[in-house]
């Protein structure tokens, strides 16, 4: 819903997160949203708040029969690299298109 | 996510440990006596055994009194300097854009750790890998995670993986989850804040058995309880 678009040929961390779980996972809703704000006073944020906590929303039917484990290690598995590129901390909501009731 | 998490952060800079170790020493009077013996070596009444497997694993170039190694490990008073020291030193050798929360992790160095750790699992029936403690946590998810918890009527085992670099990379290889906080119940992974909240509140739709159903996590937490209030009042 807020995923922040890139200027110029560089994406931002959203977009990028956005291409990794939409072609991987076939969302059929993927809400990425910055809230890196809320932890700008974190001890863990270094230098500034920026693209370091997400929330994601994603509903796909490849997580049926996922246990909750399992899919949030799907995620983080297809966030790898931005995980060890300064993105801090992600909120995760993993449903299937039955669940979330669309 | 916790919405809390800007309030945890600022109330917790001005609780430091001091506190949390007198709560932990109040709380662990009531627990079995294998933790009594761990967790009073904070004040110096250590078992040999413990002692000698937290002396081992440390291995620091100076010899610590084993007490004071202890508190490094569980509480991070001690160890606040050294383990401030240990991250940036990490931090600068390894790439500076990478948070030390996702550096690499390396198995080999530190086998002891992980026996540490995979005890500690196997023997505390909840336990949770937190920044911060029960009583005082230093992150948001790690505060939720505890709060949600502590709605059962269960004992919490904490431990603070800021206090020590080793702990958390143990940790992480263990699981391999890269965030914290992590909670193991009854000696298995759950997951991080978010599964435990969603644990917590329930779905409304009935969902297969391996997702999780309505008041799941009062299920698994049910008969710890049990033997909590057995402990506590013999």
């Known amino acids: ?102 | 996510m916790a919405t809390a998490s800007a309030v945890a952060v600022t109330q917790n800079t001005n609780q430091r440990s001091g506190g949390a170790t007198r709560e932990y020493r109040i709380r662990s009077l009531a627990r079995s006596a294998a933790r009594l013996s761990f967790f009073s070596s904070v004040s110096g009444g250590a078992s040999d055994h413990r002692t000698a497997d937290f002396r081992r694993a440390d291995s620091p170039a100076v010899p610590q009194p084993a007490s004071q190694q202890f508190m490094k490990y569980s509480s991070g008073l001690g160890g606040d300097s050294s383990a401030n020291g240990d991250s940036s030193s990490t931090r600068l050798a390894a790439d500076p854009d990478t948070h030390q929360d996702f550096q690499p992790t390396s198995k080999s160095s530190n086998m002891s750790f992980d026996d540490i750790v995979a005890r500690d699992i196997k023997e505390n029936p909840v336990l949770i890998y937190m920044k911060g403690y029960p009583d005082a946590p230093r992150c948001g998810f790690s505060a939720l995670a505890v709060k949600v918890l502590k709605t059962y009527d269960v004992p919490i085992t904490g431990r603070d993986i800021l206090g020590d670099l080793k702990l958390k990379e143990s940790v992480k290889a263990h699981t391999n989850w890269p965030t914290f906080p992590q909670v193991f119940i009854k000696g298995e992974f759950v997951g991080g804040s978010d599964i435990i909240l969603d644990m917590h509140q329930a779905s409304e739709l009935i969902v297969p058995s391996f997702h999780y159903q309505k008041g799941q996590l009062k299920d698994i937490l049910g008969d710890i309880a049990q033997k909590g209030e057995q402990n506590e009042s013999s």
């Open chain 1, 1 to 102: 819903m807020m995923a922040s678009r890139g200027t110029g040929a560089v994406l931002s961390r959203a977009a990028r997160m956005r291409q990794k779980l939409q072609s991987a996972l076939e969302a059929n809703v993927l809400d990425i949203e910055d809230v890196s704000y809320q932890h700008a006073g974190h001890a863990a944020v270094k230098d500034n708040a920026n693209e370091t906590h997400f929330n994601i929303r994603v509903i796909s039917s490849k997580f049926e029969g996922q246990s909750l484990v399992k899919r949030h290690r799907m995620v983080y598995d297809l966030l790898n690299d931005e995980l060890n590129s300064g993105l801090h901390a992600i909120s995760i909501v993993a449903k299937t298109p039955k669940e979330s009731g669309s």
